[in-house]
């Protein structure tokens, strides 16, 4: 199983990026899927996390500001960030808890990572 994430780059303050996450090999589902960031001295953080169903989770920091979306049938998670802020600089990785049976234990599996740079 591979997750291929893309969509980071430069991008001034106020502005907008779209991040996706395509999940490829062997997979029967995906259960819980998310995008989290690592910015320079800091500690790993969720940013946001969407189950199969469309439950959703947030770090306060992006409320109003990013969504989380999925597309089962692409095997494929989307972050659209807005109003972008110097503070959300960093490098943003995904995750999917994949079965690769029906009845099987879900394993993570992550993203190689995307940069985003919000800088003027």
């Known amino acids: 199983v591979q997750l291929q994430a893309s969509g980071g780059g430069l991008v001034q303050p106020g502005g907008s990026l779209r991040l996706s996450c395509a999940a490829s090999g062997s997979i029967f589902s995906i259960t819980f899927m998310g995008w989290y960031r690592r910015a320079p001295w800091k500690e790993r953080e969720l940013v946001r996390s969407?189950?199969?169903?469309?439950?959703?989770n947030y770090a306060e920091s992006v409320k109003g500001r990013f969504t989380i979306s999925r597309d089962n049938a692409k095997n494929t998670l989307y972050l659209q960030m807005d109003s972008l802020k110097p503070e959300d600089t960093a490098a943003y990785y995904c995750?999917?808890?994949?079965?690769?049976?029906?009845?099987?234990?879900?394993?993570?599996?992550w993203g190689q990572g995307t940069l985003v740079t919000v800088s003027s």
């Open positions: 969407i189950t199969r169903s469309g439950g959703v």
């Open positions: 995750n999917a808890d994949i079965k690769h049976l029906s009845g099987s234990v879900p394993i993570t599996y």
